[in-house]
């Protein structure tokens, strides 16, 4: 059962294709690429699906409440109506005149990735294709990954948590893309996994948005 993670890096997109222990890392140009690669049972992505258009997200205030000091890593998703946005100004007036609170220059900076996404998925919704987090799956893979992914403990802490569940070799790597980035396709891998055999955790309310998408995050 082969299934994928995915990790949005300067537009493009970081695969990891796990099958069975083997993992083969993949550099995909855009979200088109992630969802045509084939025979894959669940499509993990590190990137908002679900979008709500005129509050924050449950599944974002419960996952940073799970990673606490950490729960800075979860941006709050953008509203829906975001995604037609111009400019990060133009965005910040729609998400005041809907939520009464302006958009992160972080949560900007991913709404071309989630446009990308949200156009490649179309209707009806892709049941296969679910929003993920790393650090909830490195949490769940080992309690003791806690330094930050940049850092050299942080960068071994994750490779440790991920060598019980599957062989990675980072000299497999596309070139370029850096270790936190293939480190966290990896992990989202390990969450299809879970998915695919029905043990993952999801957080969120169960509420889903105006196309019908999920506004939840499973690890």
């Not at 991913?110 to 049941?127: H, M």
């Not at 980072?170 to 966290?184: F, T």
């Not at 992990?187 to 029905?198: E, F, L």
Request: aromatic share 4%; with cysteine; hydrophobic share 45%.
């Amino acid at each position: 059962m082969a299934v994928l993670g995915v990790d949005g890096w300067r537009g493009r997109w970081v695969g990891a294709l796990l099958d069975g222990r083997r993992v083969t890392l993949l550099d995909l140009p855009d979200a088109g690429a992630v969802l045509s690669v084939p025979d894959v049972e669940v499509v993990a992505i590190d990137m908002p699906i679900g979008l709500s258009e005129g509050g924050v997200r449950a599944c974002d205030v419960e996952a940073r409440r799970r990673l606490a000091r950490a729960g800075s890593s979860v941006f709050p998703a953008p509203l829906r109506q975001v995604l037609s946005a111009t400019d990060y100004v133009d965005a910040c007036r729609i998400s005041v005149a809907a939520s009464g609170k302006a958009l992160s220059k972080q949560a900007w900076n991913l709404v071309p990735a989630i446009r990308s996404l949200d156009e490649a998925l179309g209707d009806p919704p892709a049941d296969h294709v679910v929003e993920v987090h790393p650090e909830l799956t490195f949490r769940a893979l080992d309690e003791r990954v806690r330094d930050p992914k940049a850092s050299a403990r942080g960068l071994a802490q994750r490779m440790a948590a991920l060598a019980p569940v599957m062989d990675l070799d980072l000299l497999d790597a596309p070139p370029l893309i850096p270790a936190a980035d293939v480190l966290d396709a990896c992990a989202a891998a390990w969450s299809a996994h879970r998915i695919a055999t029905g043990v993952a955790e999801s957080l969120g309310d169960g509420s889903t948005d105006s196309r019908g998408r999920p506004m939840r995050i499973s690890f």
